[in-house]
């Protein structure tokens, strides 16, 4: 793939090193588990799509659940790119980030009322707007704000993603989106909107896609769609293709589209389409740029397995327990021993804090650092305390040097707004 940076080759080839930074000493100056991004692997991804689609109206807004630390969407903002959210609190970090309002996008089925208005005051760029509710909602908050709200509807095109089931998102059965029959409807009423502009369509089938044909299939249907309401004499001035593109997790397993024939997909299917494209990516331009840093805690021999206990958990990496994801495993150190097979665990309080089952792997000891790879994506984003646990630390790596852009939480931090049951009040 163009542009890309082959990170597992130069942490190997550099003896512990990545992006010309020693990890062990980042280790050991900041603890583990730690967060590390590449900033020129999210520059490469983001310019490599940002090529593919020269010649094309297109804006790419980073869909900010992927990693939402302000940094790394201070390196959307700087790079021109706009961000899809999906609450009140992406739309703040967008803001803060330096993404201009105008750039972004809401997408999500549960808009509050409030998060309309704190949208529509920001004047952000349109809503995906996935209910007939939420499109009477966006109608009332905009009317009484004296607004008029840009909006596309989110069009559920009943196309199976072939991905993984938890983030499969355009079939009928999902929660996302609507049917072509009454996305027509929409538009057929649209003019009892007076403060709601229904110009756009916007379609998102899935994430983790290693597949161009379903997300042709599903740009098909809203291509076909579009032409029809023009035809009808709506105006379509945007078309949202969603997110979605997959990235390698599995060496040798996980074979990943290339961005040009994606952004050829996107050409050929919306051919002679005037208005402006949008692309919301969130995985691909961050998933390969992230590495979870841990330490061996200890090796405890089970009766069955052995287990390989780090000081990472599910609360800084959930994939593993949430989809049975597969994260390359790479001890820094690696020795010149037979490898060995374990269970990766954590110290969380539960069977599925695991990171892999029946790994091979260089032997370890105590104290060993290990890299779990490809984590840049609903890796920190998706954090909790469950047990406690702080907040890892986040750094962002560049040409021999390191910036922390997320200190490890306190434990003040973490309590901060709890408070004894001592100020009772009647309701
Ligand atoms: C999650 C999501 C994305 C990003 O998905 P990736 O697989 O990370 O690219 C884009 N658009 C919408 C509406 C989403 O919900």
């Known amino acids: 793939m163009t542009g890309t940076t082959d990170l597992a080759e130069a942490v190997c080839a550099d003896d512990g090193r990545l992006e010309g930074v020693d990890l062990r000493v980042l280790a050991q100056r900041l603890g583990t588990p730690l967060h590390v991004y590449s900033a020129p692997a999210i520059g490469a991804r983001i310019r490599a799509l ?7 109206d297109a804006l790419i807004c980073y869909a900010v659940k992927a990693n939402s630390n302000l940094a790394v969407l201070g390196l959307m903002a700087d790079a021109g790119l706009g961000a899809d959210i999906v609450s009140a609190g992406e739309l703040q970090r967008s803001l803060r980030a330096g993404i201009p309002a105008g750039r972004i996008v809401f997408s999500g089925v549960a808009k509050s009322a409030d998060e309309i208005g704190d949208a529509l005051a920001a004047g952000i760029g349109r809503f995906n707007v996935e209910s007939k509710d939420e499109l009477r909602l966006l109608q009332d908050v905009a009317a009484a704000r004296g607004a008029v709200a840009r909006a596309s509807v989110r069009v559920n095109p009943d196309v199976d993603a072939l991905t993984h089931a ?19 409807e929409w538009f057929a009423d649209s003019t009892r909107l007076t403060h709601v502009r229904l110009d756009g369509l916007h379609v998102h089938i899935g994430s983790q896609m290693l597949c161009l044909d ?17 035809s009808s004499g709506y105006a379509i001035n945007s078309i949202d293709v969603g997110g979605g593109l997959g990235v390698r997790y599995r060496d040798g397993q996980d074979q990943p589209v290339s961005v040009q024939d994606y952004a050829e997909v996107i050409r050929k299917t919306l051919d002679g389409f005037g208005g402006r494209i949008l692309l919301e990516p969130g995985r691909w331009l961050v998933a390969e740029a992230g590495f ?4 061996v805690l200890r090796i405890k021999q089970g009766r069955q397995r052995r287990f390989l206990v780090v000081d990472a958990a599910m609360t800084e990496l959930v994939r593993p327990s949430l989809y049975d994801a597969w994260h390359e495993i790479v001890p820094i150190l690696r020795r010149p021993l037979p490898p060995q097979i374990y269970d990766v665990v954590g110290p969380v309080c539960e069977s599925s804090d695991t990171f892999a089952v029946d790994r091979q792997l260089p032997p370890c000891e105590p104290g060993d650092l290990l890299m779990i790879k490809t984590t840049g994506a609903y890796g920190a984003a998706m954090a909790s305390n469950y047990n406690s646990r702080p907040l890892a630390v986040e750094v962002l790596l560049e040409r021999g040097r390191y910036a922390v852009v997320r200190r490890r939480q306190t434990l003040e931090e973490m309590i901060a707004g709890e408070q004894p049951a001592r100020n009772w009040e009647c309701a």
Do not use: H, M, Y
């Open 214 to 230: 379903p997300i042709q299939l599903a740009l098909q249907r809203v291509a076909a769609l579009w032409r029809e309401l023009t």
């Open 50 to 56: 940002q090529t593919a689609l020269r010649g094309q």
């Open 166 to 184: 938890k983030i499969s998102t355009g079939k009928s059965e999902n929660k996302f989106g609507v049917g072509i029959d009454e996305a027509r």
């Open 292 to 295: 979870l840093l841990t330490r």
